[in-house]
């Protein structure tokens, strides 16, 4: 469902302010055009989704204040006209990304949070091949 001129449309949940800036940044650099949508926590996801406004992508930190990643993983896949957006998890909690990634269906791919700008440079070509593949393959 990509914006009126073909850009993807992404929601972004993401607790850490500095983090969604800079992914913000680079996801335009890597994919012009995209709009992106921020959340702060799992709750505020939530209720941008059910007040309609309906994303191509979700990028989503399982680390979150109050409910977790997990927990709105669970809630997309019980509300059936979320459950079909595609999930990139976004993370540092190495831990828990393989989990996520095989045990909801909705989740296209997982990417590991990077450590350094330059890191975060070469991890957001990643992500943006996933958003565009993403989206292509939602249309």
Not at 63 to 84: C, F, T, V
Request: net charge negative.
């Amino acid at each position: 469902m990509a914006g009126r001129s073909g850009e993807p449309r992404i929601l972004l949940v993401e607790d850490d302010e500095t983090e969604a800036a800079l992914f913000a940044r680079m996801l335009q650099k890597h994919v012009p055009g995209t709009h992106i949508d921020h959340a702060g926590s799992g709750e505020a996801a939530m209720s941008t989704l059910h007040a309609g406004k309906r994303p191509d992508c979700i990028v989503l930190d399982l680390r979150l204040p109050g409910e977790d990643g997990i927990w709105m993983l669970e809630r997309l896949l019980e509300a059936p006209n979320l459950k079909s957006i595609p999930v990139i998890v976004f993370s540092g909690d190495v831990s828990r990304l393989g989990p996520a990634s095989s045990q909801f269906p909705n989740v296209a791919s997982s990417v590991r949070k990077p450590h350094s700008v330059e890191e975060y440079e070469a991890t957001l070509l990643i992500v943006g091949a996933i958003v565009r593949a993403t989206v292509a393959d939602a249309a």
